[in-house]
């Protein structure tokens, strides 16, 4: 909720906080009492709540907003662009947790290039794959639970090609570098 949250007030909000850091003492002997904090009253031991990893899990977000086109009424998000890393938090929030959903994410007018993935579910696993992008977009299936966020971190680390000088040394004389992970190319003189 609170990530859901967030991601309406992005728009409308210009600065917001948090209540409570921590829990008060409480009427009862409960630690989870249902108060606003981050963590829980000392007598308890201070520990994270879910909220805590919340507002952890945004901070991963920087840079400038980006457009993001086609939210449905229960999976919105969030994306970001700073420095050839793009970032999308992606939040379903039903307020019954039942409503699940399969949809495509696409980003579009990359820059081509060689790129790592990662792929961080909220209090969840983590993974990170390399990608090669040469048409300006990638895509890719997304099956997200009710009650879940995941936040996507596309970071290009290298260009796919680049010319650098010719072996004369003339401005005009270059050659093609090709990185390691560039796909097999044929020329054709025909």
Same mark, same amino acid.
Do not use: C
């Given at each position: 909720? %609170? ?6 007030? !992005? ?7 948090? %209540? ?5 003492? +409480? ?6 009492? +249902? ?21 952890? %899990? ?18 919105? +998000? ?27 994410? $696409? ?38 639970? !009710? ?10 680390? $290298? ?17 093609? $570098?090709? $990185? ?11």
């Amino acid at each position: 909720h %609170f990530l859901a949250s967030i991601r309406q007030m !992005a728009q409308r909000v210009e600065l917001a906080f948090s %209540f409570e850091i921590k829990d008060g003492p +409480g009427q009862t002997n409960k630690e989870y009492w +249902g108060r606003w904090g981050l963590l829980t009253h000392e007598k308890f031991g201070k520990h994270k709540k879910p909220k805590y990893y919340a507002v952890q %899990f945004l901070n991963n977000l920087s840079g400038k907003r980006l457009e993001l086109l086609g939210e449905g009424s229960w999976v919105t +998000g969030l994306a970001t662009n700073k420095d050839n890393v793009y970032q999308i938090m992606l939040v379903n929030y039903d307020p019954n947790g039942s409503h699940s959903e399969t949809f495509p994410l $696409s980003l579009v007018n990359l820059p081509s290039g060689n790129y790592v993935l990662k792929t961080n579910k909220f209090l969840g696993e983590e993974k990170e794959e390399s990608l090669q992008i040469l048409n300006g977009r990638w895509q890719e299936s997304i099956y997200l639970p !009710a009650e879940s966020a995941i936040l996507y971190t596309l970071t290009k680390i $290298s260009e796919v090609y680049k010319f650098i000088p010719g072996v004369s040394g003339i401005g005009v004389d270059q050659a093609l $570098s090709l $990185s390691v992970d560039s796909p097999a190319w044929v020329l054709d003189l025909r």
